[in-house]
């Protein structure tokens, strides 16, 4: 006995509907643009959140918490650019918005992909920090029907690739002005993590550029998913 899996079966079946169709020579394959619109709101009180970068996928991932982030997340982490994340290999189609999303803002960005894909992800830099980022990493569309949405809330992490030295030179958001990427990494820890907040100079660290304003709290973003086309 011959057992066929599912996937045997449907071609099966689909063979036998493109057999018994006498106007059919042939099977055509057609491919079905899929467009999410993503809409990104920046909850935070003083933190600009760089532009985000949305990424189609089908395998892998942006960052896994407790181990170290890639290159391309370093970069996105300590500059908010989001290049290397956007051509790495796992990327099948990206999208990115034109500007950053300020502290009550709200920006939507349009993704397509011919055919099905996955996954959709996301990572954005707080600017007003050393390396805190927050995102969306790996959310499951194979699901998504038209006009189907869904709301998450993000929260903020720590890239573990610069020290959380808040000071003026190494800050690159607007309350400090410093340096953004660094390729020497000096955060101890160097892995990712869940991020433990600003600790600004109103807070007694001498080195923090930041002040009570640019603090946050989870969640530091509400993204809302829905899928068009």
Not at 68 to 83: P, V
Not at 94 to 112: K, R
Not at 220 to 225: F, G, N, P, Q
């Amino acid at each position: 006995m011959i057992k066929l899996t599912k996937v045997a079966l449907a071609t099966t079946a689909a063979l036998i509907l493109v057999a018994c169709d006498d106007n059919t020579n042939s099977a055509t394959v057609t491919t079905t643009p899929v467009t999410y619109q993503v809409t990104l709101s920046n909850l935070t009180n003083g933190q600009p959140i760089s532009p985000p970068a949305l990424i189609l996928h089908n395998s892998g991932e942006l960052w896994r918490v407790g181990e170290t982030a890639s290159d391309a997340l370093e970069l996105l982490a300590e500059s908010g650019d989001s290049s290397q994340l956007q051509s790495s290999s796992i990327v099948t189609s990206s999208a990115q918005s034109t500007g950053p999303v300020l502290p009550g803002e709200t920006t939507t960005v349009t993704v397509s992909y011919t055919n099905t894909v996955s996954y959709l992800s996301f990572a954005s830099m707080l600017g007003n920090s050393n390396d805190a980022f927050t995102g969306l990493n790996k959310i499951a569309l194979e699901s998504f029907a038209v006009n189907d949405s869904v709301t998450y809330r993000t929260l903020a992490y720590d890239a573990g690739t610069e020290a959380n030295s808040e000071s003026a030179e190494t800050v690159p958001g607007p309350a400090a002005g410093g340096e953004a990427y660094n390729p020497d990494r000096d955060d101890r820890n160097n892995f990712v993590a869940m991020h433990a907040g600003i600790i600004s100079g109103d807070d007694g660290l001498s080195t923090s550029a930041l002040t009570y304003q640019q603090k946050f709290d989870n969640p530091v973003m509400s993204v809302t998913i829905t899928r068009i086309k």
